[in-house]
């Protein structure tokens, strides 16, 4: 099994929808994050989390909303769908200032 | 404010050597570097912390300037697999916004050809 797994890892759906990402990790890392990646723009931080109560807006946190249910889970929400959301979604986690293990990424495609 | 790479794009025949560079303008703690093939997930490459810790593959090799706040990743004798988009990321000193939130460039694209 994976140590990072994302479900759904593909998803269409309309404008206007909720949709909600899951990740879940078997590391045992406090750390988890959420990543979008565009073509040609590299990775961008949506949220991050040191630990179950510590939740952290990254750089392109508007239109997303994540929960961290517990030390191995960390769902990213989009409670609108629209379509420049389109993009390839990876959670990862860390520990302490270490190397990040990503998962296989989700892709979304908002129509 | 993300890290910037230079070049964007790099091409060699294998064997040949390249360098991929890092920059910002912030103070940093830590640089990670991470190389990524189409359609996968990036995958760790190398950790350089201020200070001068080092943590990652023998066969990678880079450098931290602290003062500069730049890093520089060395790719040698390159072969084929080295072939994939590189990513440098950076985090911030203890105390600071960017403390513990990786950062990434916008990515520097190598192709090795036979």
């Known amino acids: 099994d994976a140590d990072v797994t994302q479900t759904p890892r593909n998803r269409i759906t309309k404008t206007g929808k909720r949709i909600m990402l899951e990740c879940s990790q078997t590391?045992?890392?406090?750390?988890m994050y959420w990543y979008r990646q565009d073509p040609g723009l590299g990775l961008q931080l949506i949220y991050y989390s040191f630990d179950v109560k510590d939740i952290n807006k990254g750089e392109i946190s508007d239109g997303y909303s994540v929960s961290r249910q517990a030390q191995a889970k960390f769902s990213l929400s989009l409670e609108s769908a629209i379509p420049n959301q389109t993009a390839l979604y990876f959670c990862a986690t860390s520990d302490f200032d270490g190397e990040l293990f990503f998962g296989e990424g989700s892709r979304l495609t908002v129509l | 404010q993300q890290p910037v790479q230079s070049p964007q794009a790099v091409i060699l025949r294998e064997g040949e050597d390249a360098v991929i560079n890092c920059s910002s303008s912030?103070?940093?703690?830590?640089v990670h570097w991470y190389r990524q093939k189409h359609g996968e997930a990036p995958v760790f490459l190398m950790i350089l912390l201020k200070g001068g810790e080092q943590k990652g593959h023998e066969k990678i090799s880079a450098s931290f300037n602290e003062k500069k706040q730049q890093s520089s990743l060395y790719l040698t004798a390159s072969q084929l697999s080295y072939s994939g988009t590189y990513f440098c990321g950076t985090t911030g000193p203890a105390g600071g916004t960017s403390y513990g939130k990786l950062t990434f460039g916008q990515g520097t694209i190598l192709t090795v050809h036979p």
């Open positions: 590391k045992g890392h406090d750390r």
């Open positions: 912030k103070a940093l703690y830590s």
